[in-house]
């Protein structure tokens, strides 16, 4: 476990966060050679610091609206803004939710502007490369209306509680749809499986909601 405060915002590190990193890491570069290792080293490093910024969003935003004790924990799955007993409004909610790809989409930006400042065919290139990469897929990912991504959440805080049902009647669409489609064109299980996850995690509030 490593923890560290940044901002007077306490931070979590799991070691499934780093697993699942190392993981992307192979399956990107491989793992055959040193130079191969040292690239996954790299891209950990990438993948660590854009989520860390993607969560660091979150819990800034809702400091500002008033929460106390804001946490952040990086996971195997990503990462989370942890607010004990907050209670924002529907507009904080959106916002506090919406700062978390935001800000992650404006580093990718930064990246992007930088990669090609910086040596050629250095370590520090090849950092801001997949920097820049990671930002932008991992905002774009978080902003599908499934929830609990952070468009699932999003969407939550514009329909309000009175329409929570249909907020994951919708979730459950997007995310079957959605997954069919990303294993039709990467032929990949993973995706689809974390969103049929999801999906069935809104299946089961649907099912108790109407059960109450």
């Not at 929570?164 to 993973?190: D, Y």
């Amino acid at each position: 476990m490593f923890e560290f405060t940044i901002f007077r915002i306490p931070v979590r590190v799991e070691p499934l966060h780093w697993l699942i990193l190392g993981f992307l890491g192979m399956q990107t570069y491989g793992l055959s050679n040193r130079g191969e290792i040292l690239f996954v080293l790299v891209f950990m490093a990438a993948g660590f610091t854009s989520i860390l910024v993607h969560e660091l969003g979150h819990a800034i935003t809702g400091k500002k609206f008033g929460s106390r004790d804001t946490q952040v924990v990086l996971h195997g799955m990503g990462g989370v803004a942890i607010f004990p007993h907050a209670r924002f409004t529907r507009p904080q909610s959106f916002l506090v939710t919406a700062a978390g790809p935001g800000i992650q989409i404006i580093l990718g930006f930064v990246a992007l502007f930088l990669v090609n400042k910086a040596p050629s065919g250095t370590y520090a290139q090849q950092y801001l490369s997949d920097l820049y990469l990671v930002s932008f897929f991992w905002a774009i990912l978080n902003c599908i209306p499934v929830w609990p991504l952070d468009g699932g959440q999003m969407m939550g805080a514009v329909l309000g509680p009175k329409r929570e049902i249909l907020t994951h009647q919708i979730s459950i669409g997007v995310a079957v749809v959605v997954g069919l489609a990303g294993l039709l064109i990467t032929k990949m299980f993973l995706f689809p499986i974390l969103l049929g996850f999801m999906a069935s995690q809104s299946w089961k509030i649907i099912q108790q909601r109407n059960f109450r």
